[in-house]
T-cell receptor, first 115, second 111 residues
Framework: SAVISQKPSRDICQRGTSLTIQCQVD?????MFWYRQQPGQSLTLIAT?????????ESGFVIDKFPISRPNLTFSTLTVSNMSPEDSSIYLC????????????FGQGTRLTVV | QKEVEQDPGPLSVPEGAIVSLNCTYS??????FMWYRQYSRKGPELLMY??SSGNKEDGRFTAQVDKSSKYISLFIRDSQPSDSATYLC???????????WGAGTKLIIKP
């Protein structure tokens, strides 16, 4: 199993500012992902964080708005840039080892409110 | 049409009842079917998964997949208040590492 520490757990930010969320895994993992989850809603994949290369973004998400870093096999960051109230959501980091059928582990999430 | 359809609930049942949670999906290529449980203010955690059609049992939980009808079920026997959570079904997509998430069903077990 893998334990994921995600920081901060929550934040209230002013519109127009940026917030960087950190995700630390206690073991090396192949795949790391960033999701957004509105309260009471399902998970929407933002991007796959690739170690040593640019992240792979899903439709509707762009690097300028959600820059992602993954410098090694245990750590990734997601930045929410130039925030607006529409960015208020829960952001979740996930990790798995890429073999078919293996478990995806999740951090506790970052609850972001933009005012 | 969404790839995975799941009734968001809430589903409220008395303690001890048998609970049935369901999803339908559209892509016949899905082979792995995951069930995740998410408690309030926590990230999802894997409950169990099945491969292809059939049943899989783990304690009070049974996962069932019928590929002919593209129907996924999770049964909980002798439900407990601690089972109150949101249950998300998530088939594994064609890429074999990207999960396709249902909306999640919020389950409430009343003492």
């Amino acid at each position: 199993s893998a334990v994921i520490s995600q920081k901060p757990s929550r934040d209230i930010c002013q519109r127009g500012t940026s917030l960087t969320i950190q995700c630390q895994v206690d073991s090396q993992v192949t795949m790391m992902f960033w999701y957004r989850q509105q309260p009471g809603q399902s998970l929407t994949l933002i991007a796959t964080a690739n170690q040593g290369s640019e992240a792979t973004y899903e439709s509707g998400f762009v690097i300028d708005k959600f820059p992602i870093s993954r410098p090694n096999l245990t750590f990734s960051t997601l930045t929410v840039s130039n925030m607006s109230p529409e960015d208020s959501s829960i952001y979740l980091c996930s990790a798995e080892n890429g073999a078919v059928g293996t478990e995806a582990f999740f951090g506790q999430g970052t609850r972001l409110t933009v005012v | 049409q969404k790839e995975v359809e799941q009734d968001p609930g809430p589903l409220s049942v008395p303690e001890g009842a048998i609970v049935s949670l369901n999803c339908t999906y559209s892509n016949s290529a899905f082979q792995y079917f995951m069930w995740y449980r998410q408690y309030s203010r926590k990230g999802p955690e894997l409950l169990m998964y099945t491969y292809s059609s059939g049943n899989k049992e783990d304690g009070r939980f049974t996962a069932q997949v019928d590929k002919s009808s593209k129907y996924i079920s999770l049964f909980i026997r002798d439900s407990q208040p601690s089972d109150s959570a949101t249950y998300l079904c998530a088939p594994l997509g064609d890429s074999n590492y990207q999960l396709i998430w249902g909306a999640g069903t919020k389950l409430i077990i009343k003492p």
